[in-house]
Protein backbone atom coordinates (compact mmCIF):
# COMPACT_ATOMS: atom_id res chain seq x y z
CA UNK A 1 0.00 0.00 0.00
CA UNK A 2 1.27 3.39 -1.20
CA UNK A 3 0.44 6.91 0.32
CA UNK A 4 1.13 10.07 -0.60
CA UNK A 5 0.96 12.77 2.12
CA UNK A 6 1.04 16.92 1.39
CA UNK A 7 1.33 19.28 3.54
CA UNK A 8 1.16 23.19 2.92
CA UNK A 9 -0.59 24.62 6.22
CA UNK A 10 2.01 27.08 7.48
CA UNK A 11 5.34 27.77 6.17
CA UNK A 12 6.73 24.06 5.05
CA UNK A 13 5.89 22.76 1.47
CA UNK A 14 6.17 19.20 1.94
CA UNK A 15 5.58 15.69 0.78
CA UNK A 16 6.31 12.39 1.57
CA UNK A 17 5.66 8.94 0.61
CA UNK A 18 4.64 5.74 2.99
CA UNK A 19 4.84 2.53 1.30
CA UNK A 20 3.40 -0.67 3.73
CA UNK A 21 4.38 1.23 6.81
CA UNK A 22 7.23 2.57 6.44
CA UNK A 23 8.59 6.29 4.54
CA UNK A 24 10.66 5.82 0.75
CA UNK A 25 10.19 9.40 -0.05
CA UNK A 26 10.18 12.49 1.66
CA UNK A 27 11.08 15.79 0.51
CA UNK A 28 10.32 19.63 2.11
CA UNK A 29 11.28 22.90 1.51
CA UNK A 30 11.16 25.56 4.35
CA UNK A 31 10.07 28.53 3.78
CA UNK A 32 12.83 31.62 5.12
CA UNK A 33 10.69 34.28 6.83
CA UNK A 34 13.39 35.46 9.23
CA UNK A 35 13.18 39.07 7.86
CA UNK A 36 9.43 39.46 9.08
CA UNK A 37 9.60 38.03 12.63
CA UNK A 38 6.79 35.60 11.63
CA UNK A 39 5.29 33.70 8.91
CA UNK A 40 3.20 35.79 6.21
CA UNK A 41 0.26 34.36 4.81
CA UNK A 42 0.10 35.75 1.48
CA UNK A 43 3.79 35.37 1.26
CA UNK A 44 3.57 31.96 2.13
CA UNK A 45 0.90 30.98 -0.19
CA UNK A 46 2.96 32.18 -3.07
CA UNK A 47 6.03 30.29 -1.86
CA UNK A 48 3.80 26.84 -1.77
CA UNK A 49 2.56 27.85 -4.95
CA UNK A 50 6.05 28.10 -7.15
CA UNK A 51 7.89 25.39 -4.91
CA UNK A 52 5.36 22.70 -4.63
CA UNK A 53 5.61 21.30 -8.57
CA UNK A 54 9.42 21.10 -7.71
CA UNK A 55 8.89 19.06 -4.01
CA UNK A 56 6.85 16.55 -5.75
CA UNK A 57 9.18 16.17 -8.99
CA UNK A 58 11.94 15.65 -6.39
CA UNK A 59 9.31 13.35 -4.42
CA UNK A 60 9.22 11.04 -7.96
CA UNK A 61 12.59 11.01 -8.31
CA UNK A 62 14.10 10.16 -4.67
CA UNK A 63 11.28 7.08 -4.89
CA UNK A 64 11.53 5.80 -7.98
CA UNK A 65 7.33 5.74 -7.81
CA UNK A 66 4.71 7.56 -9.88
CA UNK A 67 1.24 9.04 -9.57
CA UNK A 68 -0.29 5.81 -10.59
CA UNK A 69 1.18 4.01 -8.36
CA UNK A 70 -0.53 5.35 -5.36
CA UNK A 71 -3.70 3.68 -3.70
CA UNK A 72 -4.25 6.79 -1.87
CA UNK A 73 -3.49 10.51 -1.21
CA UNK A 74 -3.35 12.72 1.91
CA UNK A 75 -3.89 16.07 1.70
CA UNK A 76 -3.90 18.71 4.96
CA UNK A 77 -7.31 20.29 4.89
CA UNK A 78 -6.67 22.30 8.03
CA UNK A 79 -6.41 24.03 10.29
CA UNK A 80 -3.55 26.21 9.13
CA UNK A 81 -3.58 29.47 6.57
CA UNK A 82 -6.01 29.31 4.20
CA UNK A 83 -3.93 30.45 1.41
CA UNK A 84 -1.55 27.47 1.62
CA UNK A 85 -4.16 24.83 2.30
CA UNK A 86 -5.83 26.07 -0.72
CA UNK A 87 -2.43 24.95 -3.13
CA UNK A 88 -2.13 21.84 -1.16
CA UNK A 89 -5.70 20.49 -1.71
CA UNK A 90 -5.94 21.84 -5.16
CA UNK A 91 -3.10 19.93 -6.12
CA UNK A 92 -3.82 16.93 -4.60
CA UNK A 93 -7.91 16.81 -5.95
CA UNK A 94 -6.37 17.19 -9.28
CA UNK A 95 -4.35 14.02 -8.96
CA UNK A 96 -6.88 12.26 -7.07
CA UNK A 97 -8.84 12.56 -10.34
CA UNK A 98 -6.51 12.90 -12.92
CA UNK A 99 -5.69 9.37 -11.43
CA UNK A 100 -8.63 8.08 -9.80
CA UNK A 101 -7.38 7.96 -6.51
CA UNK A 102 -8.93 7.92 -3.23
CA UNK A 103 -8.75 11.48 -0.91
CA UNK A 104 -8.72 12.17 2.37
CA UNK A 105 -8.54 15.33 4.03
CA UNK A 106 -5.86 15.03 7.19
CA UNK A 107 -6.43 16.94 9.88
CA UNK A 108 -3.18 18.53 10.38
CA UNK A 109 -3.30 18.14 14.83
CA UNK A 110 -4.42 14.89 14.23
CA UNK A 111 -1.54 13.87 11.90
CA UNK A 112 0.70 15.22 14.64
CA UNK A 113 -1.30 13.17 17.08
CA UNK A 114 -1.03 9.83 15.03
CA UNK A 115 2.87 10.29 13.85
CA UNK A 116 4.09 8.56 17.24
CA UNK A 117 2.90 5.16 15.74
CA UNK A 118 4.78 5.58 12.91
CA UNK A 119 7.92 4.43 14.61
CA UNK A 120 6.40 3.10 17.93
CA UNK A 121 3.91 0.39 19.51
CA UNK A 122 1.64 2.92 20.91
CA UNK A 123 -1.76 1.32 21.53
CA UNK A 124 -4.68 3.49 21.86
CA UNK A 125 -5.73 5.05 24.22
CA UNK A 126 -3.20 7.29 25.11
CA UNK A 127 -2.54 10.81 26.39
CA UNK A 128 -1.37 13.62 24.07
CA UNK A 129 0.66 17.24 24.81
CA UNK A 130 0.11 19.00 21.19
CA UNK A 131 2.67 21.91 21.18
CA UNK A 132 3.49 24.19 18.53
CA UNK A 133 3.68 27.76 17.63
CA UNK A 134 0.04 28.27 17.09
CA UNK A 135 -1.20 25.37 18.86
CA UNK A 136 -1.20 23.72 22.61
CA UNK A 137 -3.86 21.58 24.11
CA UNK A 138 -4.15 18.13 25.93
CA UNK A 139 -6.34 15.78 24.93
CA UNK A 140 -6.83 11.78 25.49
CA UNK A 141 -6.40 9.96 21.54
CA UNK A 142 -8.80 7.02 22.06
CA UNK A 143 -8.77 6.30 18.14
CA UNK A 144 -8.29 7.53 14.80
CA UNK A 145 -11.03 10.51 14.88
CA UNK A 146 -11.74 10.23 18.42
CA UNK A 147 -10.17 12.27 20.68
CA UNK A 148 -11.30 14.22 24.04
CA UNK A 149 -9.88 17.71 24.57
CA UNK A 150 -8.72 17.78 28.40
CA UNK A 151 -7.35 21.45 28.19
CA UNK A 152 -6.25 24.33 25.85
CA UNK A 153 -4.48 27.20 25.80
CA UNK A 154 -6.95 30.28 26.82
CA UNK A 155 -4.44 32.68 24.52
CA UNK A 156 -0.89 32.20 22.99
CA UNK A 157 0.59 28.69 22.26
CA UNK A 158 4.28 27.83 23.75
CA UNK A 159 5.62 27.96 20.81
CA UNK A 160 4.02 31.26 19.92
CA UNK A 161 5.45 32.68 23.35
CA UNK A 162 9.22 31.12 22.23
CA UNK A 163 8.82 33.07 19.17
CA UNK A 164 7.78 36.66 20.33
CA UNK A 165 10.26 36.04 23.47
CA UNK A 166 13.24 35.32 20.51
CA UNK A 167 12.37 37.67 18.89
CA UNK A 168 12.45 40.75 21.41
CA UNK A 169 16.07 39.15 22.05
CA UNK A 170 17.28 39.92 18.53
CA UNK A 171 17.14 35.83 17.69
CA UNK A 172 15.91 34.74 14.33
CA UNK A 173 12.62 32.98 13.57
CA UNK A 174 11.53 30.62 14.87
CA UNK A 175 12.64 30.79 18.01
CA UNK A 176 13.01 27.50 19.92
CA UNK A 177 16.45 26.27 18.54
CA UNK A 178 18.05 29.74 19.51
CA UNK A 179 16.30 29.71 23.18
CA UNK A 180 17.34 26.33 23.50
CA UNK A 181 20.76 26.48 22.55
CA UNK A 182 21.20 29.99 24.77
CA UNK A 183 19.93 28.34 27.34
CA UNK A 184 22.28 25.51 27.75
CA UNK A 185 25.12 28.12 29.21
CA UNK A 186 22.57 29.95 31.36
CA UNK A 187 21.01 29.60 35.03
CA UNK A 188 17.47 27.98 34.90
CA UNK A 189 17.26 29.59 38.61
CA UNK A 190 18.90 33.37 38.09
CA UNK A 191 15.93 35.20 37.05
CA UNK A 192 12.35 35.10 38.90
CA UNK A 193 9.42 34.89 36.26
CA UNK A 194 6.07 33.92 36.70
CA UNK A 195 4.80 30.28 35.81
CA UNK A 196 1.70 30.36 33.79
CA UNK A 197 -1.82 29.05 35.96
CA UNK A 198 0.67 27.84 38.80
CA UNK A 199 -2.39 28.09 41.44
CA UNK A 200 -5.36 26.94 38.85
CA UNK A 201 -5.44 22.91 38.95
CA UNK A 202 -6.62 21.86 35.18
CA UNK A 203 -5.08 20.88 31.87
CA UNK A 204 -5.98 24.01 30.26
CA UNK A 205 -2.54 26.65 29.50
CA UNK A 206 -1.73 30.63 29.05
CA UNK A 207 1.64 32.14 28.26
CA UNK A 208 0.47 35.17 27.54
CA UNK A 209 1.43 36.42 30.68
CA UNK A 210 4.79 35.02 30.69
CA UNK A 211 5.29 36.33 27.32
CA UNK A 212 4.50 39.93 28.71
CA UNK A 213 6.88 39.60 31.27
CA UNK A 214 9.77 38.55 29.36
CA UNK A 215 9.48 41.26 26.99
CA UNK A 216 8.53 43.91 29.90
CA UNK A 217 12.03 42.55 31.38
CA UNK A 218 14.28 42.70 28.12
CA UNK A 219 13.08 46.29 27.32
CA UNK A 220 13.89 47.19 31.21
CA UNK A 221 17.25 45.09 31.09
CA UNK A 222 18.95 46.60 27.66
CA UNK A 223 17.46 50.02 28.27
CA UNK A 224 21.21 50.65 28.57
CA UNK A 225 22.50 48.56 26.36
CA UNK A 226 22.58 45.26 24.84
CA UNK A 227 22.47 42.21 27.13
CA UNK A 228 25.90 40.13 28.24
CA UNK A 229 25.97 36.76 26.63
CA UNK A 230 25.78 35.35 30.64
CA UNK A 231 22.57 37.37 30.71
CA UNK A 232 21.04 35.77 27.71
CA UNK A 233 21.83 32.60 28.70
CA UNK A 234 20.74 32.76 32.11
CA UNK A 235 17.08 33.99 31.17
CA UNK A 236 16.55 31.77 28.27
CA UNK A 237 17.48 29.11 31.08
CA UNK A 238 15.01 30.71 32.94
CA UNK A 239 12.77 31.21 30.50
CA UNK A 240 12.31 27.87 29.50
CA UNK A 241 12.81 26.36 33.10
CA UNK A 242 8.97 27.97 33.78
CA UNK A 243 7.36 26.55 30.56
CA UNK A 244 8.59 23.20 31.90
CA UNK A 245 7.07 23.84 35.29
CA UNK A 246 3.72 24.68 33.77
CA UNK A 247 3.89 21.50 30.96
CA UNK A 248 4.99 19.67 34.00
CA UNK A 249 2.14 20.51 36.42
CA UNK A 250 -0.50 20.37 33.52
CA UNK A 251 0.94 16.84 32.89
CA UNK A 252 0.43 15.78 36.41
CA UNK A 253 -2.43 16.97 36.60
CA UNK A 254 -3.46 15.05 33.25
CA UNK A 255 -2.19 11.63 34.39
CA UNK A 256 -3.76 11.60 37.57
CA UNK A 257 -7.49 12.77 35.95
CA UNK A 258 -7.36 9.73 33.16
CA UNK A 259 -5.57 7.19 34.53
CA UNK A 260 -3.42 7.34 31.29
CA UNK A 261 0.31 5.86 31.28
CA UNK A 262 1.35 6.39 27.78
CA UNK A 263 1.25 10.14 26.78
CA UNK A 264 2.67 11.18 23.25
CA UNK A 265 4.43 14.56 22.88
CA UNK A 266 4.20 15.39 19.50
CA UNK A 267 4.24 19.43 17.59
CA UNK A 268 7.49 21.53 16.87
CA UNK A 269 8.08 22.63 20.39
CA UNK A 270 8.60 19.22 20.92
CA UNK A 271 11.51 18.96 19.29
CA UNK A 272 13.17 20.63 22.47
CA UNK A 273 15.08 18.16 24.53
CA UNK A 274 15.06 19.95 27.80
CA UNK A 275 11.18 19.89 27.62
CA UNK A 276 11.45 15.95 26.72
CA UNK A 277 13.82 15.44 29.55
CA UNK A 278 11.39 16.96 32.12
CA UNK A 279 8.20 15.92 30.87
CA UNK A 280 9.84 12.10 31.14
CA UNK A 281 10.83 12.90 34.37
CA UNK A 282 7.66 13.27 35.26
CA UNK A 283 5.96 10.34 33.65
CA UNK A 284 8.01 8.45 35.11
CA UNK A 285 7.82 9.66 38.58
CA UNK A 286 4.02 8.83 37.75
CA UNK A 287 4.21 5.20 36.86
CA UNK A 288 3.76 6.57 33.19
CA UNK A 289 5.81 6.28 30.15
CA UNK A 290 6.29 9.49 27.65
CA UNK A 291 6.54 8.80 23.96
CA UNK A 292 8.25 11.27 21.01
CA UNK A 293 8.42 11.14 16.97
CA UNK A 294 11.53 11.34 16.09
CA UNK A 295 12.70 15.52 16.01
CA UNK A 296 12.55 15.72 12.52
CA UNK A 297 8.92 14.38 12.35
CA UNK A 298 7.70 16.92 15.33
CA UNK A 299 8.15 20.10 13.14
CA UNK A 300 5.36 20.03 10.23
CA UNK A 301 6.39 17.46 7.75
CA UNK A 302 4.71 15.64 4.84
CA UNK A 303 5.43 12.21 6.06
CA UNK A 304 3.01 12.85 9.02
CA UNK A 305 0.28 13.31 6.15
CA UNK A 306 1.02 10.57 4.45
CA UNK A 307 0.82 8.37 7.61
CA UNK A 308 -2.29 10.21 8.66
CA UNK A 309 -3.69 8.93 5.25
CA UNK A 310 -2.32 4.92 5.91
CA UNK A 311 -4.09 5.50 9.32
CA UNK A 312 -7.16 6.31 7.75
CA UNK A 313 -7.75 3.40 5.28
CA UNK A 314 -7.03 1.26 8.16
CA UNK A 315 -9.34 2.77 10.24
CA UNK A 316 -12.18 2.69 7.27
CA UNK A 317 -12.12 6.18 7.17
CA UNK A 318 -14.44 6.98 3.99
CA UNK A 319 -12.44 9.44 1.39
CA UNK A 320 -13.48 12.41 0.36
CA UNK A 321 -13.24 14.51 -2.61
CA UNK A 322 -15.17 17.10 -2.32
CA UNK A 323 -14.69 18.76 1.33
CA UNK A 324 -13.72 22.73 1.83
CA UNK A 325 -10.81 24.15 3.92
CA UNK A 326 -11.03 24.91 6.98
CA UNK A 327 -9.10 27.20 8.94
CA UNK A 328 -10.61 26.38 11.96
CA UNK A 329 -11.25 23.00 13.06
CA UNK A 330 -11.71 21.69 16.20
CA UNK A 331 -9.78 18.17 17.24
CA UNK A 332 -12.90 16.77 18.99
CA UNK A 333 -15.07 17.29 15.94
CA UNK A 334 -13.96 14.69 14.31
CA UNK A 335 -16.03 11.62 13.40
CA UNK A 336 -15.12 8.36 13.01
CA UNK A 337 -15.94 5.52 10.82
CA UNK A 338 -17.73 2.25 11.70
CA UNK A 339 -16.21 -0.48 9.24
CA UNK A 340 -13.81 -3.01 10.64
CA UNK A 341 -9.98 -2.02 10.71
CA UNK A 342 -7.60 -3.13 8.44
CA UNK A 343 -3.89 -4.10 8.73
CA UNK A 344 -1.86 -1.31 7.68
Request: charged fraction near 15%; aromatic fraction near 10%.
Amino acid sequence: MLFLGIESSCDETAAALVCNGRIVGHQIHRQDHRAFGGVIPQVAAREHLIFLPHVMDALWAESGFCAKDLDGIGVTAGPGLVGGLLVGILWAKGMACRWNKPLWPVHHLEAHALMVRYAHDVPFPYGLLLLSGGHCLMAVVSGVHQYKILGQTYDDAAGECIDKVARALGGPYPGGPFIQQCAEQGDPFAITLPIPLQKERSCSFSFSGLKTACIQWIAKNQAHGPLSESTKADFCASFQRNIAETLCQRLQYAMVDSGLKHWVISGGVASNTYFRARLQDTCQNYGGQLIAPEPEHCTDNGAMIAWAAAEYYAAGQKPDLFFPVRAHWPLDQLEPSQPPIRPL
